[in-house]
């Protein structure tokens, strides 16, 4: 069973601090993704990569910048967080063709 | 415009019901999944399915590339299968690699 773990599993920032949410895996899956969850909009992709130290932009990438400084951890990082990116955050990865694995989540409370 | 329609968005069900949950994409792609998400909010697994039926237990997934549409059926469902239903699928961006976007779910509900 493929182990994708998410820290911090819940979070309160300030607006306008910086945040930085990190992944680990630990299976040497090639695709890490970055998700963020609000009620009625279902899961939207914000960066995902296929290589360490390549990120690519998903559906929904401003005000988020991620890094994949390695094969196993891949980070979201806002470096001015607003009252709008409070929502649930959702880190997964796979191989190739394959099924999805999904941390647990992180709750992220911007106040 | 959305790229996954799932379908209904919610369901009440009497336990022993059986439900067909469903999934429409507007855009050809590689492959599809389907995933439950328990009420507390982990994601799970249910199907890597590209094409065909797959059967694992009371539940049965049907996709259709070539109709982009794809269906979840619960058969005798249990309290314990509330929870939402969701269907990713994955495109390919060519040298971006593969994206998996997702429908919005279905909130399912088994009553006693």
């Known amino acids: 069973e493929a182990a994708v773990t998410q820290s911090p599993r819940s979070k309160v920032a300030v607006t306008g601090g910086k945040v930085t949410l990190s992944c680990h895996q630990t299976?040497?899956?090639?695709?890490m993704y970055w998700y963020r969850q609000d009620t009625g909009h279902g899961l939207r992709l914000i960066h995902y990569s296929y290589v360490a130290d390549s990120t690519e932009k998903g559906d929904i990438p401003d005000g988020y910048k991620a890094s994949r400084p390695s094969q196993e951890n891949f980070s979201l990082i806002l470096e001015l967080a607003s009252l709008s990116q409070t929502a649930v955050y959702f880190c997964?990865?796979?191989?190739?063709?394959?099924?999805?694995?999904f941390g647990a989540g992180t709750r992220l409370s911007v106040l | 415009g959305q790229q996954v329609q799932q379908s209904p968005a919610s369901l009440v069900l009497q336990e022993g019901e059986n439900a067909e949950l469903q999934c429409n994409f507007s855009?050809?792609?590689?492959?599809m999944q389907w995933f439950y998400q328990r009420p507390e909010g982990s994601l799970v697994s249910l199907f890597y399915?590209?094409?065909g039926t797959k059967q694992s237990g009371r539940l049965t997934s049907t996709t259709v590339i070539k109709e982009r549409r794809s269906s979840l059926h619960i058969s005798s469902s249990q309290i314990t299968d509330s929870g939402t239903y969701l269907c990713a699928m994955e495109l390919n961006y060519g040298g971006s690699g593969n994206k998996l976007i997702f429908g919005t779910g279905t909130l399912l509900s088994v009553k006693p």
């Open positions: 997964a990865s796979k191989q190739g063709a394959n099924t999805l694995y």
């Open positions: 855009t050809s792609l590689n492959s």
């Open positions: 299976n040497n899956h090639d695709y």
């Open positions: 399915n590209p094409s």
